[in-house]
């Protein structure tokens, strides 16, 4: 497995980067960084690796209900576009045998 070169928001839609970028770069100013988060969030055109992004940025700032609040986005967004079933029964056949798939790729 190879480490990624670029941050995972590199593949972030245009309108979002230059606030998840200017997050990055003011991470030790908590109130200004969080600022840049929460406009990359409220872009219209907000993907999956930018939601991505705000949980691990609220999750390293021990903002819990921020990142779960995110978690709960992200993974809404993941049943959404897989189209996957609500019920766990239904679900968790799907999920063992896409255990080995490679996640990046398919989503």
């Keep these: 497995m190879s480490l990624p070169t ?3 928001w590199f593949s972030t839609s245009a309108s979002t980067q230059p606030w998840l970028a200017a997050a ?5 100013d908590t109130q200004t960084s969080e600022r840049y988060v929460e ?3 409220a872009q219209p055109d907000v993907d999956l ?4 992004s705000a949980y691990r940025y609220y999750f390293y700032k021990n903002q819990d209900a921020k990142a779960l609040e ?10 959404r576009l897989e ?7 239904d679900l968790k056949p799907i999920l063992l045998a896409r ?5 990046c790729g398919s989503i």
């Design 6 to 8: 670029a941050p995972s």
């Design 24 to 28: 990055a770069q003011s991470w030790e």
């Design 39 to 41: 406009q990359a969030l």
């Design 49 to 52: 690796e930018a939601l991505v």
């Design 70 to 79: 995110m978690a709960i986005a992200v993974t809404e967004r993941i049943q």
């Design 83 to 89: 189209q996957w079933p609500a019920q766990w029964d």
């Design 99 to 103: 255990l080995d798939d490679d996640v």
